[in-house]
């Protein structure tokens, strides 16, 4: 494993946000990131970090006593007055929309790890997550060059992607892929802030669509299994289809999926083949999980109160693993947390995976 050789100094865009929140929780005596600047939106520049988060109910306060008293104590910033030339690494935790040309400005002379999707499906930009796909990130110097950019923006998947992709890697390694169908169950903290808007719909109820969520999952999960190829990426060419619902969960989401395989396969076959997956062998990166993806033998799990803080919220739990009908190949239910392996605790585990490989801090 390679340590840079001083510690990396970070900034993080949107650290007041769901995923803010766990990017401050993953870089907190980070033995190779030093974060040393915070950016919000309106609601937070110019206030001291402790006071927002004071404002910020329940999550905000058990936040705060977490944080050493240094980091606190930082001033939030406009994202676009991020001090570029005194940071080494930037992590993006803005909503899409405002991320689009913040990325670019960071991207231009700095790395940039994004949560939000607005590089996700641009053709010069590989989809990673690690463990899954950083071999894709050769593509990164592809995009910089088409950019004219010093850095890149690396964004992650979108956190119903993450257990979807996690899980179908080590199948399509062993046996082949032809087809993926999913139900989601997601969390109201998928939705950021704005969750606190859906909770009088939710009560009582499951909200049967997510605008653009379906779409996402569907096309992200083939550019993620797919392999470069001449400066882009060819999709895996197996279809996706994807139903995603909104359920009164507070984190975690919860994925029904039927895969169909290349090869056919028990389920103790598939279980081995998860069981075995161990993709930081021999590189003990500090944010990555003990177990990468843990079964569960029991009939009635994983469920998102009980398992989505499986190692610290990196690990994939996957149980109820069964034969499927329809498709010839198995069917299982997966969890991830969404706002820590499907968002910032990705993203931190990602940087760390880039600077191992020598592409960031280097
Ligand atoms: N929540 C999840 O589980 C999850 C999972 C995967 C990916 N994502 C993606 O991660 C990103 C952040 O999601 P979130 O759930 O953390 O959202 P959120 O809770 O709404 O937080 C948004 C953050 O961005 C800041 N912000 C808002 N508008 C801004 C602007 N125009 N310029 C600069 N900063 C701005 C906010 O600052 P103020 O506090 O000052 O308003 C806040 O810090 C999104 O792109 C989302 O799609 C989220």
Redesign the pocket.
């Known amino acids: 494993m390679t340590a840079p050789e001083r510690a990396l100094r970070v900034g993080v865009?949107?650290?007041?946000?769901?995923?803010?929140?766990q990017a401050l929780l993953a870089l907190v005596n980070h033995p190779w990131f030093e974060l040393t600047a915070v950016?919000?939106?309106?609601?937070?520049?110019g206030r001291l970090l402790r006071e927002?988060l004071a404002d910020q109910g329940a999550a905000g306060g058990a936040l705060l006593q977490r944080l050493p008293v240094a980091l606190a104590d930082l001033r939030?910033i406009?994202?676009?007055a991020l001090p570029l030339d005194e940071l080494d690494l930037v992590f993006?935790?803005?909503?899409?929309?405002?991320?689009r040309d913040?990325e670019a400005r960071c991207a231009q002379v700095l790395p940039v790890l994004?949560?939000?999707?607005?590089y996700r499906m641009e053709p010069d930009t590989p989809l990673m997550i690690p463990g899954v796909n950083v071999d894709h990130a050769e593509l990164l110097a592809t995009q910089s060059k088409a950019r004219g950019w010093k850095g890149f923006v690396a964004p992650?998947?979108?956190?119903t992607t993450?257990g979807l992709a996690v899980t179908l890697a080590p199948l399509q390694a062993a046996f082949g892929v032809t087809s993926a169908t999913l139900t989601s169950m997601q969390?109201l903290?998928?939705?950021?802030?704005?969750a606190t808007e859906l909770v009088d719909a939710i009560t009582d109820n499951i909200l049967v669509h997510i605008p653009g969520e379906e779409q996402k999952v569907e096309q992200e999960a083939g550019k993620i299994l797919g392999a470069p190829r001449k400066g882009a990426i060819v999709p895996a060419d197996f279809p996706v289809s994807a139903t995603c619902t909104r359920v009164a969960v507070s984190?975690g989401h919860t994925l029904c999926v039927s895969v169909g395989l290349g090869n056919p396969a028990t389920p103790d076959a598939v279980i081995a083949a998860w069981r075995a997956a161990d993709p930081f062998s021999g590189r003990p990166l500090p944010s990555a999980p003990q177990h990468w993806i843990e079964v569960r033998d029991e009939p009635d799990r994983p469920q998102p109160r009980l398992d989505r803080d499986a190692g610290g919220g990196m690990t994939t739990v996957v149980g109820r693993v069964r034969p499927d009908a329809v498709s010839g190949g198995i069917k299982y239910v997966v969890l991830s947390h969404?706002?820590v392996l499907?968002?910032a605790g990705g993203a931190v585990l990602l940087a760390e995976d880039l600077v191992d490989r020598g592409v960031i801090g280097s």
Not at 13 to 21: L, S
Not at 114 to 118: D, E, G, P, Y
Not at 156 to 159: A, D, I, T
């Open positions: 865009m949107g650290a007041t946000g769901v995923a803010g929140h950016a919000g939106g309106r609601e937070s520049v927002r939030l406009a994202a676009d993006s935790m803005l909503p899409t929309g405002a991320a913040l994004s949560t939000a999707a607005a992650g998947p979108n956190c993450i969390a903290s998928g939705a950021g802030r704005a984190h969404n706002a499907g968002a």
